[in-house]
């Protein structure tokens, strides 16, 4: 399945997967401490869906540019949704730097 990139009204699907996670964990923007799943854990859950809704396996990450809008769509739902650094997302989603991450999110 190939996700569509579409106007400011409508999402994509690698959007509407972390939405679900999100309502899955009863995470909105505030922290629930008391929920059983980590942080990290949740952000796995995060790149893994997205990577399934973008019908890209873990090689993909690693052979796509570090600038691929997939990859900055991806590290921005994981900055909305957990407290992951910039570093740790740059390693997991094969993108360089944190400060690279910093950067693009910004941008």
Do not use: C, Y
């Amino acid at each position: 399945m190939q996700v569509r990139l579409f106007g400011d009204s409508e999402v994509s699907n690698a959007e509407l997967v972390v939405t679900k996670l999100v309502v899955e964990t009863g995470r909105r923007g505030g922290r629930a401490r008391e929920h059983s799943e980590t942080d990290e854990s949740l952000a796995e859950r995060i790149v893994i869906e997205s990577l399934s809704a973008l019908d890209w396996h873990e090689v993909d990450l690693a052979r796509n540019s570090k600038r691929r809008e997939d990859k900055i769509k991806i590290a921005r739902q994981l900055r909305i949704h957990t407290p992951m650094t910039h570093q740790w997302m740059a390693d997991r989603l094969g993108m360089g730097s944190g400060s690279n991450v910093s950067n693009l999110l910004a941008s």
